[in-house]
């Protein structure tokens, strides 16, 4: 049984790499692929380095559901993982793939989603809130920010001397334990 990873990621890529790590080895589940909107990312030059093709597209191209669609099927994807990819997808191409995007959210969704709701941006108002936990949620992509179907949601607490750093941190650990997991539980 082999089943066919694509990333799209646009910055660091610690998310992606862990995946690729994760998956490395495997016999059944293959990092086929990374996407990115970004020729300077970090996670391009890292994704290479791990013998992982890498496509770089451009605004255009994200926004082009026949050009995504064609590629992913060109190479034969089951599955596709959003880590870190800062651009909405086309609603074609959402639908043409339905449940067969995840992403990663660095909150316990429905809270702290939406448009501009990302990294520092979501932690900083969590601790706005005097939040007592935090956590990620894992979820299919539908074709509103953060609103498809949560299939999996991992918590951790939120101490009264909590930083953005040090809630970022306890996120990152979340991030790097689970998302390979859920990925995998839902290839196999």
Known sequence: ?????????????????????????????????????????????????????VIVINNEQVNDSKFLIDTLNWYNINLITLAGFLRKLPEEFVNYFSNQILNIHPSLLPKYGG????????????????????????????????KGEIIAQFKCDIEEDETLESLKEKINKLEMIYYPYVIETILI
Do not use: P, W
């Open 1 to 53: 049984m082999n089943k066919n990873i694509a990333i799209f990621a646009s910055g660091r890529g610690t998310n992606a790499i862990n995946i690729i790590n994760q998956f490395k080895k495997s016999e059944d589940i293959h990092v086929k692929l990374l996407i990115c909107n970004n020729q300077q990312a970090d996670v391009v030059k890292a994704a290479k380095k791990l013998r992982v093709e």
């Open 115 to 146: 448009h501009g709701m990302y990294g520092d941006n979501v932690h900083k108002k969590v601790l706005e809130n005097s939040e007592k936990e935090s956590g990620i949620t894992i979820h299919f992509v539908s074709n509103e920010y953060d």
